[in-house]
């Protein structure tokens, strides 16, 4: 690990970390050193320190949406993750780190009284990545309610932009391929019904609950595919999983790579489980689709670092 970066980050980077320890899909090997960062400043200073070292490094937040290589990965990686909320509300407008958790997030405006993120209610992850990946449900997504955000370059160059610059369409914003971090964001929201929103959160935890894995016990990265675009505006998305339980998708394992017993569109991590093996299911998942219903599903889950089966030049899913 760097000498330099030890000593101005010693009480904030783990050397070597493995990154089964920061993932919700408990895979990922070593990294040369992780460096936690919880709040805007820690985030900018490692970044401009790494820039200005010319040293390599990805970032995560809750990680949630990852698969890492069982080999790790050859350079840092920043965590921006927050122990406690940093929230303000102005107006009705709220204003939040990138660090803090999506579903911190959405508890802080219901009980605000402001509508208009309810539904992300138990998403798990940052809303820094929730952002970046345009994360929702319901029909709904975050880019809907987003007013601004503030961003720095993998050089450390700061700046403010609207939605209309982040080109937010299903599950994506063009920070995927841009070398900016989400440090904050601005979401306009609408006031309204405490109690009533209290219980729409209620009944959103209640159905995650009975669809979703428990993370403790069965590791994942949620969701493994898009749900399906319509094909004409009178139609609505159709849900990945349907098609996938059509096919035949929750009989399907791979190694330690299994489906979900009560959701066909989740990939749980079994005993010995690699990511080789979450990405060839995922592979064999898309493959009978494919010859079912004749179109190709797009994955949400993104892969990080080598992966022994991933062809080559795989842009669309490699960090």
Known sequence: ????????????????????????????GACRGLIAC??????????KSLADARLPFILIGGGSNLVVSDQGVDCYVLRYVTDKPLLEREGND???????????????????GLAGLEYTSGIPGTVGGAVVGNA?????????????????????????????????TYRHSNLKERDEIVVAARFALQPGEREKFLEER??????RHEKHPDLATHPCAGSFFRNVEPTSKAE???????FLEQAGGKDLKIGGAL????????????????ADDVYQLSCKMQQIVKEKFHFDLVREVRFVGKINSLPKNPSEMFW
Not at 12 to 28: E, K, M, N, P, W
Not at 95 to 112: H, K, M, N, P, Y
């Open 136 to 168: 929702g449900a319901f029909g709904k997504q975050v880019g809907d309610v987003l007013k601004s955000v503030t961003l720095i370059s993998k050089t450390g160059t700061r700046s403010k932009v609207g939605p209309e610059a982040l080109g937010f």
């Open 1 to 28: 690990m760097d000498s330099t970066l030890a000593q101005k980050f010693h009480d904030q980077i783990v050397s070597g970390a493995r990154l089964c320890d920061y993932t919700t899909f408990r895979l990922g």
């Open 259 to 274: 489906i979900f017993e009560k959701h066909a569109n989740i990939i749980v991590k079994g005993p010995q489980c690699t």
């Open 202 to 207: 209620a009944k959103i935890l209640a159905i």
């Open 236 to 242: 609505k998305r159709q849900a990945a999983g349907w």
């Open 38 to 47: 919880q709040i805007p400043e820690q985030l900018e200073l490692a970044v």
């Open 94 to 112: 709220i204003i939040v780190s990138g660090s803090t958790s999506l579903d911190a997030l959405a508890l802080f405006s219901i009980e605000q």
